[in-house]
């Protein structure tokens, strides 16, 4: 019989004990260091027990405003052995062998490391000791909980620009970027490319989760995509979830938007190249010559289905890195759509539940990116019940915390839709569709930094056009 004990029980836990104790000794000389790493690590990361209650105890009385001396440290902690030496004893130590406070912030870096490091070594062994039990029955179920816990490690590397910052460094953030866009250096967003929607708001901001809700059929893939087109040719990088359709059907999409020419008596819809059978040699010409434009543009698609929030974050990450790597930026990511999002399995059905934990993900991941997220919901039957279809906020009451995690709530609506589907036409609602027809009403909802209102826009729904209503 092998004997021989795991590999892991020889593994020894990564830490950074010289780290830790630099770093309290230059607290202990300065204050002032604790404000430098608190961005960068917790009390949770210190390896050492007394060293972790030691920062706990030192960011505490900071924030009471209070001085952090070794003797008050002591006190509050309590003057108990440490096997051979006493809390007091260890402070005084660290102190007289602090060397200097400029190499807080690495010293801080590389407990962090450490931490995470062990984190990974502990979700690495929980996964061989599940494993070799038997304990897992349900392989795609389990690595879904296990890319959660994965993901804390994936995103250590964000930390610091997730954390607390003073209300003076965010006031001065916020006048660097607008000095910066006042003077044309940097767009504070991708635009949504139609002037109306861009006055009335202020584009796509990073950080920002946007939702575009409406009924099935009243065009949000649409509008997603005209608008995910439109950030690409202002040269912002996209990332597009499509949860819902392949890519080759995007492509047809984007194909059918891009060759649109009000002009033309009879634009080629997506549906006549996905058919291919009818189309001319001119349609030839004008799909190659979208096509041409079209691949020049930063837009990525993500084709497969059922990924969780946590899947979509971590591929994310990679298209952003991806996109840096070719000298692109990632400005937007559009989430086609809500309701196709694979929840983790915590919440076991509880529908509200599963997608409160959704959309509090995706507003994390958009703050974490730095980057609007654009997520398509689609809406409970109630608007159905009303006489004025019109999407409003309370429409979304079954979709969790959207309504409350999002920045802005944008509902489509065509009425053109509801009177093409009418069992029987009247002939004044075939005046009325002769009006409408080309119109997708949009109508901000909700906007946390702005007015809400609607604007009408132009849309050839069956060629994935979206524009300002003004310029046809
Ligand atoms: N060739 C066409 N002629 C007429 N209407 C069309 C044509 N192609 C698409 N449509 C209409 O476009 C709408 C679909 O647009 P889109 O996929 O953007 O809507 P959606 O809100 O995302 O819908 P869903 O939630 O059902 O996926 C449907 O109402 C469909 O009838």
Redesign the pocket.
């Known amino acids: 019989m092998n004997m021989r004990p795991e590999p892991a029980e020889f593994i020894e836990q990564p830490h950074a004990l010289s780290a830790e104790q630099g770093l309290l000794g230059a607290i202990l000389h300065n204050s002032d260091v604790i404000d430098r790493v608190r961005g960068i690590v917790d009390p949770e990361d210190f390896h050492e027990q007394v060293n972790a209650a030691i920062f706990r105890t030192m960011c505490e009385r900071r924030d009471a405003g209070e001085n952090i001396d070794g003797r008050l440290v002591r006190i509050a902690i309590g003057d108990q052995d440490l096997g051979g030496i006493t809390v007091g004893e260890y402070l005084a130590r660290l102190y007289a062998h602090a060397t200097t406070v400029s190499n807080a912030p690495d010293y801080a870096r590389a407990i962090r490391h450490a931490a995470m490091m062990r984190k990974l070594l502990a979700a690495a062994r929980d996964a061989v000791a599940a494993m070799s039990s038997g304990a897992v029955q349900d392989p795609s179920r389990y690595a879904a909980q296990m890319i959660e816990e994965l993901d804390v490690v994936a995103t250590s590397g964000t930390h610091e620009s997730l954390k607390r910052v003073s209300l003076g460094s965010a006031s001065q953030q916020a006048i660097d970027a607008a000095l910066a866009a006042r003077e044309g250096r940097i767009d504070r967003g991708a635009p949504y490319g139609i002037p109306s929607l861009d006055r009335m708001t202020l584009g796509m901001r990073p950080g920002q989760m946007i939702v575009l809700a ?12 005209a608008l995910a087109l439109n950030a690409a040719k202002a040269g912002h990088g996209v990332y597009f979830v499509s949860l ?1 359709m392949v890519a080759q059907e995007l492509g047809e999409r984007a194909l059918a938007a891009m060759s649109f020419s009000p002009r033309d008596k009879q634009p080629l ?3 006549d190249i996905a058919k291919g059978k009818d189309l001319t040699d001119a349609d030839v010409w004008a799909m190659q010559d979208a096509q041409k434009r079209l691949a020049k543009l930063p837009l990525t698609i993500e084709q497969q289905s059922g990924l969780t929030i946590s899947q979509i974050a971590a591929r994310a990450r990679q298209e952003r890195a991806s996109m840096e790597r070719k000298g692109q930026r990632l400005s937007v990511i559009v989430i ?2 809500l309701g196709l999002v694979k929840p983790t399995g915590r919440y076991s059905g509880n529908r509200v539940q599963e997608l409160t934990e959704i959309t509090g993900a995706i507003k994390v991941l958009a703050k974490e990116l730095n980057v609007a997220v654009l997520v ?1 919901s ?1 809406l409970s039957r109630e608007a159905e019940k009303r006489d004025d279809k019109r999407p409003v906020l309370s429409d979304l009451r079954d979709s969790g915390s959207t309504e409350q995690d999002a920045d802005m709530v944008m509902g ?1 609506f ?1 009425e053109a ?1 509801y009177l ?1 589907h009418k069992s029987s036409q009247t002939p004044e609602d075939a005046m009325k569709l002769e009006a409408c027809k080309d119109i997708i009403e949009v109508e901000v909802l909700k906007q946390r930094q702005g007015p809400t209102g609607r604007v009408n826009l132009f849309c050839a ?2 060629c ?1 056009a979206v524009s300002e209503l003004s310029e046809y």
């Open positions: 409406g009924r099935p059929g009243m065009g949000k893939t649409t509008v997603g995509v819902e819809s997506y549906r086609d759509h398509l689609q489509l065509r839709y093409e729904i069956h994935n």
